[in-house]
């Protein structure tokens, strides 16, 4: 399937939703088929519920998540993956590895400030060098915050 017909959308069709809306629906139903929920046979001495397979508790979440999986879908300015996420973390992971560990709490703190704000300036398309200069000169970037 291909998007609608201008270059520049910022949706799908319609009927392009309701297809892969329809399809995301077959996905989950026939993963629940194929994992279906624990048989409870009764067993003395056990309490409370039977443990699911973890792909049942997959499928249950996708399910019960649709409009959060599926936003990418309806808004594109919702990224469809979240590598950006794991971007913005790795180089915390990278510091722990090869130092062992931060020296204080407050070292690890300071850390965190600098690296969250080079990743708002990345995410806001602005010149990381630039905009710190502009910083210690007393005129830091502050992003526009949106409404949810």
Do not use: W
């Not at 722990?96 to 990345?122: E, V, W």
């Amino acid at each position: 399937m291909s998007l609608t017909s201008s270059a520049t959308s910022d949706k799908l069709d319609p009927v392009q939703i309701k297809g892969f809306e329809k399809r995301y629906d077959q996905v989950i139903e026939n993963g629940m088929a194929e994992n279906p929920p624990p048989i409870s046979r009764g067993q003395p001495g056990r309490r409370g519920r039977k443990k699911q397979s973890k792909a049942r508790n997959f499928l249950d979440r996708l399910n019960e998540h649709r409009q959060k999986a599926l936003a990418f879908m309806y808004d594109f300015s919702v990224p469809f993956d979240n590598n950006q996420a794991e971007r913005d973390v790795r180089m915390m992971k990278v510091q722990q590895k090869i130092s062992g560990t931060f020296r204080s709490a407050q070292g690890a703190n300071i850390f965190c400030r600098i690296r969250g704000y080079i990743s708002t300036l990345r995410k806001n398309s602005l010149s990381v060098i630039n905009t710190i200069q502009a910083a210690f000169e007393g005129n830091p970037f502050i992003p526009a915050c949106r409404d949810l």
